[in-house]
């Protein structure tokens, strides 16, 4: 079974979403592995995101991800890193597939609600990153 790594940012959290997202993750099958939710800092932020570190956004995001707590999570399905993204819907909300989490909840490219893992390498980094062994019960 597949694991990806999710976020619902702070955007999402501020606005009482946790519940209509877990839900939206739920319809979908997928299992929550590992679940917490964190206030990040930002030199925990800029070591995520340190695949944007040369991209002018990058000190905006970063910055957003620690404007209150996040919502991490560990889901597991068959194919999960390609739902998730394709649950998540386009980076910019606008752009946004009908039924998708970001075209119903986001607000902006910067408060866009969720993050997923985009690759195996990058969902294996990202899971081990903030999750030991033994927080994930698959
Ligand atoms: P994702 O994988 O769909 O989240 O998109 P990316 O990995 O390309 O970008 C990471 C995050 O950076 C996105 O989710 C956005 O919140 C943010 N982002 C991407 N492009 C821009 C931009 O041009 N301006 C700003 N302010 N934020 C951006």
Redesign the pocket.
Known sequence: MEQTFAII?PDAVERNLIGKILEKIESKEFRVAAMKRVLLTIPVAECF?H??KE???FK??TA?MCTGPVILLVLQKEGAIKAW?EL?G???PAEADAGTIRKEFAV?????S???S?APETAAFEISYFFSQTEILS
Do not use: C, I, Q, W
Not at 108 to 112: A, F, G, Q, T, V
């Open positions: 940012k995101y695949v944007h991209r002018p956004f905006d995001l957003s993204r998540m386009a980076t910019n902006s490219l910067e408060k866009n969720v993050h997923g985009d």
